[in-house]
């Protein structure tokens, strides 16, 4: 998208679009985490996840739309980052273990995701860009809602771990 970023509008512009690449590259996530769960609550709630990641996208779209802007993504390196690892996570554990490992690289993925809402909220506050706010607020909201329930789950299957260890 851009080559340079001269103004505050250009680095909205594109850690716009590094959320789009980051919700997009999220989907793929869920999908191999979906595909490596071995507990149905897990897929289930995985399930869940990438439904409203989903919709996340359309909503970053939107964004987009509202600004006047072409949708367009840029480069999200930390969570590509955050996907090599989870899958390197998950290849070298051992089956019986796997869902917690997930969980994990959920939790992590799930900061990440509230911390480029967080400055994208910050920055259209800054531009007078309520009606670009109040839709990323539906977003982080859906974020920390879903942290929320991967930590429990994940407290869940970490308990039932140590129990059968």
């Known amino acids: 998208m851009f080559e340079r970023l001269h103004s505050p509008e250009d680095a909205y512009g594109y850690k716009l679009g590094a959320t789009l690449k980051m919700e997009e590259k999220v989907l793929e996530i ?3 985490s979906i ?4 507990e149905e609550k897990v897929k289930a709630a995985l399930r869940e996840h990438r439904h409203e990641s989903e919709a996340h996208v359309k909503v970053v779209e939107k964004a987009f739309e509202l600004l006047g802007w072409e949708v367009d993504d840029s480069p999200c390196p930390a969570i590509e980052g955050l996907e090599k690892e989870a ?3 998950v290849k070298k554990s051992d089956e ?12 992590e993925v ?3 995701e509230i911390g480029a809402y967080e400055n994208l909220i910050i920055n259209a506050t ?5 009606d670009v706010v109040e839709l990323l607020r539906a977003n982080i909201e859906s974020e920390r ?6 930590k429990k789950l994940q407290g869940e299957i970490a308990i039932k771990a140590e129990a059968t260890a």
């Open 87 to 89: 899958k390197a996570n």
């Open 35 to 38: 595909e490596h769960a071995r």
């Open 126 to 130: 800054a531009m007078g860009r309520d």
């Open 110 to 112: 799930e900061h990440h």
């Open 96 to 107: 019986e273990i796997v869902d917690g490992i997930i969980l994990q690289g959920c939790v």
């Open 30 to 32: 869920l999908d191999d």
């Open 145 to 150: 809602s879903a942290l929320e329930k991967v």
